[in-house]
């Protein structure tokens, strides 16, 4: 397992959670430029909910936009997500990823939101 993500769990809409995603390994991953957080809600294909570069450029889904802020620290190889505002909508399991020639994937952190 080259990235692992953590930081999920079981919290009241409205509430908050930071989701963090480092590296384990020799790869270079936090060298690559794209990374970002996904989610898969039950029944759902799995969408892009932000995205960072190396420089800093985010995007984020229309749907979080707002409530989510997505940061990177390369030196210490950390891909946070802070997640505010939470709805039972942002339930799912959330998995980083840096993607180019060749894509990482953690093992996804599950979200639930209960209202």
């Known amino acids: 397992v080259q990235l692992q993500a953590s930081g999920g769990g079981l919290v009241q809409a409205g509430g908050s959670l930071r989701l963090s995603c480092t590296q384990s390994?020799?790869?270079?991953?936090?060298?690559?430029?794209?990374m970002g957080w996904y989610r898969q809600a039950p029944g759902k294909e799995r969408e892009l909910v932000a995205s960072?570069?190396?420089?800093?450029?985010?995007d984020y889904a229309t749907s979080v936009k707002g409530r989510f802020t997505i940061s990177r620290d390369d030196s210490r190889k950390r891909m946070d997500l802070l997640m505010n505002s939470l709805t039972p909508e942002d339930t799912g399991v959330y998995y980083c990823?840096?993607?180019?020639?060749?894509?990482?994937w953690g093992q996804g952190t599950l979200v639930t939101v209960s209202s």
């Open positions: 390994g020799s790869a270079n991953i936090f060298r690559m430029n794209y």
């Open positions: 960072i570069t190396r420089v800093g450029d985010t």
């Open positions: 990823a840096a993607r180019g020639v060749r894509d990482y």
